[in-house]
């Protein structure tokens, strides 16, 4: 009797917490689905984002964008947050020894890429105690370029610059120039056991050839001093050869009599880039065939086939001229505007600059 006098209660108590399930249930579940909805429903696909060029034509700008943007805004000297050069060495660091270990090197890629492998390659000359041969520069790229290190660089300022952290000659002396030498490709990010370790070759060779400058040392967990005698290197020795100096002041000079501002504007739109990369958008049919047989018949890039639409949705491919016109139109930069191409010749020539010259006429190019 007791159990059935208890029945009754038991079964309202089953009722009411059935009840509070149910609704929480169905609570979480619009939950869910209203979120699904905001993510997926109404969210537009890659391929119409692609598609649409209606996006780019002509942004709606909001009415702080329309209005007239300070000169200060435009064109003052960006905030350094307290930021300095860190290319002084530590009490800790190790002043170049004299060595008769000779590291030469090949530097590949364009300028920018070439100057990084160099800088790497005086901290692997440190690390190894060694001397470093002044690095050849690449023929044999896209440009063909036949400049040596001097007539890019001041090779006498570079030498002297590092004088204290590494011991840097022009030329292996002339009885080692026949005697076999390591031939190395260096794995590339390697930190400081890496090149230690390397240091074992001294036992068998007297000099070491690196193939390509570009096997760059670890970004981290370096020690301080090598951290800094790469920028000592790259910001202090690398300086450009008198005559370059003397020739980037007259183009200044030059654009800034033009109209006192300008805007130097690497595109980074020529056809190695593009080809390399497969990024293919915008082009025609013909010209992403002639980049993707380019690609195939360049044996020093590994990876031959590219899907361009995931390339570009990744963030792995350069603003085509007319995206970067309205892009500086969006910040505020006026139709007349100076715009120095600081690149080579963009691919597709006039018929693809057009597309910038349609926002800011005043272009100047170096071809």
């Not at 159990?3 to 249930?25: D, E, V």
């Not at 050069?85 to 060595?99: E, N, Y």
């Not at 400049?147 to 952290?165: A, C, N, R």
């Given at each position: 009797?007791?159990n059935?006098r208890g029945?009754?209660?038991?079964?309202?108590?089953l009722?009411?917490?059935?009840?509070?399930?149910?609704t929480a249930?169905f609570?979480i579940?619009?939950?869910?689905?209203?979120?699904?909805?905001?993510?997926?429903?109404?969210?537009?696909?890659e391929?119409?984002?692609l598609?649409?060029?209606t996006?780019l034509?002509?942004p709606?700008?909001?009415?702080?964008?329309?209005?007239?943007v300070s000169?200060?805004n435009l064109w003052?000297?960006?905030?350094s947050?307290?930021?300095?050069?860190?290319?002084?060495?530590?009490?800790?660091?190790?002043?170049?020894?004299?060595?008769?270990?000779?590291?030469?090197?090949?530097s590949?890629?364009?300028?920018?890429?070439?100057?990084?492998?160099?800088?790497?390659m005086?901290a692997?000359?440190?690390?190894?105690?060694?001397?470093?041969v002044?690095?050849?520069?690449?023929?044999?790229s896209?440009?063909?370029d036949?400049?040596t290190?001097?007539?890019?660089f001041?090779?006498?300022?570079?030498?002297?610059?590092?004088q204290d952290?590494?011991?840097?000659v022009?030329?292996l002396?002339?009885?080692?120039?026949?005697?076999?030498?390591?031939?190395?490709?260096?794995?590339?990010?390697?930190?400081?056991?890496?090149?230690?370790?390397?240091?074992?070759?001294?036992?068998?060779?007297?000099?070491?050839?690196?193939?390509?400058?570009?096997s760059?040392?670890?970004n981290?967990?370096?020690?301080l001093?090598?951290?800094?005698?790469?920028?000592?290197?790259?910001?202090?020795a690398?300086r450009?050869?008198?005559?370059?100096e003397?020739l980037g002041?007259?183009?200044?000079?030059?654009?800034?009599?033009?109209s006192?501002?300008?805007?130097?504007?690497?595109?980074?739109?020529?056809?190695?880039?593009?080809?390399?990369?497969?990024?293919?958008?915008?082009?025609?049919?013909?010209?992403?065939?002639?980049l993707?047989?380019?690609?195939?018949?360049?044996?020093?890039w590994?990876?031959?086939?590219?899907?361009?639409?995931?390339?570009?949705?990744?963030g792995f491919?350069?603003?085509?001229?007319?995206?970067?016109?309205?892009?500086?139109?969006s910040?505020?930069?006026p139709?007349?505007?100076t715009?120095?191409?600081?690149?080579?010749?963009?691919?597709?020539?006039?018929?693809?600059l057009?597309?910038?010259?349609?926002?800011?006429?005043?272009?100047?190019?170096?071809?």
């Amino acid at each position: 009797m007791a159990n059935n006098r208890g029945y009754p209660h038991f079964r309202r108590f089953l009722s009411r917490r059935q009840y509070i399930l149910t609704t929480a249930l169905f609570t979480i579940s619009a939950f869910v689905f209203s979120i699904f909805l905001l993510l997926y429903g109404f969210a537009p696909k890659e391929d119409d984002i692609l598609k649409d060029d209606t996006r780019l034509e002509e942004p709606q700008q909001s009415q702080s964008v329309q209005q007239q943007v300070s000169d200060e805004n435009l064109w003052g000297a960006s905030l350094s947050h307290g930021l300095h050069p860190c290319i002084k060495p530590t009490v800790r660091h190790k002043a170049a020894q004299g060595s008769d270990h000779y590291i030469t090197v090949r530097s590949n890629g364009g300028l920018n890429q070439m100057r990084t492998g160099i800088s790497d390659m005086v901290a692997v000359a440190h690390i190894m105690n060694a001397t470093l041969v002044i690095p050849q520069l690449d023929k044999r790229s896209f440009w063909q370029d036949t400049s040596t290190f001097s007539d890019i660089f001041d090779e006498l300022h570079f030498i002297t610059t590092l004088q204290d952290d590494v011991r840097i000659v022009k030329a292996l002396p002339k009885e080692l120039e026949s005697i076999p030498r390591a031939r190395k490709h260096f794995t590339s990010w390697s930190g400081m056991g890496y090149y230690e370790e390397m240091a074992r070759l001294w036992k068998d060779y007297q000099v070491i050839h690196v193939a390509k400058s570009d096997s760059r040392l670890a970004n981290n967990d370096l020690p301080l001093d090598i951290q800094r005698l790469r920028c000592r290197a790259l910001y202090r020795a690398l300086r450009f050869s008198p005559s370059i100096e003397s020739l980037g002041k007259k183009l200044v000079e030059r654009l800034r009599s033009h109209s006192g501002r300008y805007i130097a504007l690497h595109l980074r739109y020529e056809k190695d880039m593009l080809s390399f990369t497969g990024c293919t958008y915008g082009l025609t049919e013909a010209e992403s065939e002639e980049l993707r047989i380019m690609r195939e018949n360049t044996n020093h890039w590994k990876v031959k086939k590219i899907n361009s639409t995931e390339q570009r949705v990744g963030g792995f491919c350069p603003l085509t001229p007319k995206e970067v016109g309205i892009f500086l139109e969006s910040l505020g930069y006026p139709p007349i505007t100076t715009i120095y191409i600081a690149s080579g010749e963009i691919y597709g020539g006039e018929a693809r600059l057009s597309e910038l010259k349609s926002r800011f006429p005043n272009i100047i190019s170096k071809v």
